[in-house]
């Protein structure tokens, strides 16, 4: 082929083959790449035993306690598949909420509880401003605007029966 | 327009992100000005040197 | 007919000529969109429902983060076509994109950070995206320290290109990281196949702060592109009159 045509099949293939090679990469590492398990890799043993790790998933509606006279706060953490109990001590972040998306960092305590050391709040990528999310929310009855669509990927979803996947 | 200064309350967060962005915003402008000039004096010194200058 | 014009696009003085006609074209309408978007974004617009005020950093964080991308994606196709077809202008062009890409990584990663620690709880953490990004600003050093470390310029412009090349797998795993990986960042608010999550009155100023931005880094790449241009020509008598003028 002309010189031309073999170093187009050249560029072609180097960026074939990174792809392939980063694919393969973080598969294998996909254990160590993870971010955070949701309540059902937690509760079906897919994290590795006695290790930190982080949490993710929403915030149980109703969930949210605080030990009278402590700085302690109990919630649950679900994937609407499996629960997971939390422990924390500390200052919650503003955007803590109910119904809300969830990241702890800690480690499970052989009660099954989650004790966690640090917890963030993460949140939905929809914006609106304050009149629209009233406004859905009396249409819907819902404490979070956007609770009744459906979530979205990324977050912790509905499980199908469990796959090898990671999301 | 003290709302608008303090962001509602998020403002050591949103002033210094914009603050950011514009800095960079207005970095690549000098630079770039800057880089053609550099370039447009090289080539009027290398033309100089092979005695093809004004 | 498209051929032409593709060889004219590979004549150094044809090529410095039109980015100097066509640069008032890409800045001033930059400028426009981006004051409008500010006004819009700042002033107009809505607080949000959750994050209050704070959500305006999304008008310099979202557009900064597509600049990151957006420009190594140029930088990428660029130096390919450079590496493939050996037309210098090419490499001109990638050599011109990396420091106009890599600025804007750094502001979609500082303010990423000031966007984080109020809404998240953390200026930082290793989640699939903030480290694909902060991959995306080493591969930008690492092209520039390419170009500067090797005084050929036929080896840096090919060295640098392999690197911006091999570095384009990036972009895609940076886009679509929140959708393959549990991370701490969102899905995507604009680009998606879907509708915007957005509320009009939003999107419209973070709209044209987006495409404000991309006409601003049309601006300064003809700008840099000159300069590269000129940078790489010995001989000509074309460069005499340009330095005349």
């Known amino acids: 082929m002309t010189p031309r045509r073999r170093r187009m099949a050249l ?6 083959g990174v792809s392939i090679a980063g694919a393969l990469a973080l598969s294998a590492f996909r254990q160590n790449v993870t971010f955070f398990f949701d309540p059902t890799q937690v509760v079906t043993g897919e994290v590795p035993a006695g290790e930190r790790f982080r949490l993710g998933g929403m915030v149980t509606q109703g969930s949210l ?29 503003d ?7 969830v990241v702890a960092h800690g480690h499970m305590r052989p009660d099954g509880t989650f004790v966690a050391d640090e917890v963030l ?18 249409r819907h009855g819902q404490s979070r605007a956007d609770a009744t669509a459906a979530p979205t990927p990324g977050a912790p979803a509905p499980r199908a029966p469990p796959s090898s996947a990671g999301t | 327009m003290k709302q608008f200064f303090e962001m509602g309350g998020y403002a050591a967060f949103v002033w210094p992100a914009y603050a950011v962005t514009l800095a960079a915003i207005v970095l690549n402008i000098v630079w770039a000005r800057r880089a053609l000039a550099r370039s447009r004096e090289e080539a009027r010194r290398r033309l100089a040197m092979r005695g093809e200058g004004p | 007919m498209t051929w032409t014009w593709f060889h004219r696009l590979g004549s150094p003085p044809y090529v410095y000529a039109l980015a100097a006609r066509l640069t008032p074209w890409f800045a ?14 700042l002033v107009l617009a809505p607080p949000d429902y959750q994050q209050g005020d704070g959500f305006r950093i999304i008008y310099v964080h979202a557009p900064s983060a597509w600049m990151s991308l957006m420009v190594y994606t140029t930088m990428a196709v660029a130096a390919a076509v450079g590496l493939i077809w050996r037309i210098k202008v090419a490499h001109a062009v990638a050599a011109s994109c990396a420091p106009i890409g890599a600025s804007f990584t750094f502001a979609a990663l500082v303010t990423g950070a000031l966007w984080g620690e109020p809404m998240w709880g953390t200026y930082w953490e290793w989640d699939p995206r903030l480290t694909s990004e902060l ?19 036929q080896r840096s412009d090919r060295a640098s290109a392999v690197l911006a090349v ?12 929140v959708t393959w990986w549990n991370s701490l960042h969102q899905a995507p608010s604009v680009m998606r196949l879907a509708k915007p999550t957005m509320a009009a009155s939003m999107l419209v100023p973070l709209l044209m702060m987006l495409l404000g931005f991309t006409l601003f880094f049309g601006a300064v790449l003809l700008v840099r ?21």
């Open chain 1, 11 to 16: 560029v072609l293939g180097i960026v074939g």
């Open chain 1, 65 to 93: 306690h605080r030990a009278p006279g402590s700085l302690e706060v109990r919630f649950v953490v679900t994937d609407f598949s499996h629960d997971v109990p939390v422990s924390y001590t500390g200052v919650l972040p």
């Open chain 1, 95 to 101: 955007l803590f909420r109910e119904g809300a998306g």
């Open chain 1, 121 to 138: 709040a993460k949140h939905d990528e929809k914006y609106m401003p304050p009149a629209v999310a009233r406004s859905l929310k009396r």
């Open chain 3, 28 to 41: 001033w309408p930059a400028a426009l969109l981006i004051v409008g978007g500010l006004w819009g974004g």
């Open chain 3, 135 to 153: 991959i995306l600003l080493f591969l930008y050093l690492g092209y520039m320290g390419l170009r500067a470390g090797l005084e050929d310029t």
């Open chain 3, 166 to 177: 091999v570095g384009v797998v990036n972009v895609p795993i940076i886009h679509y990281s």
């Open chain 3, 225 to 245: 592109l000159r300069g590269e241009v000129l940078s790489r020509e010995r001989s000509a008598s074309w460069i005499r009159e340009i330095v005349n003028a």
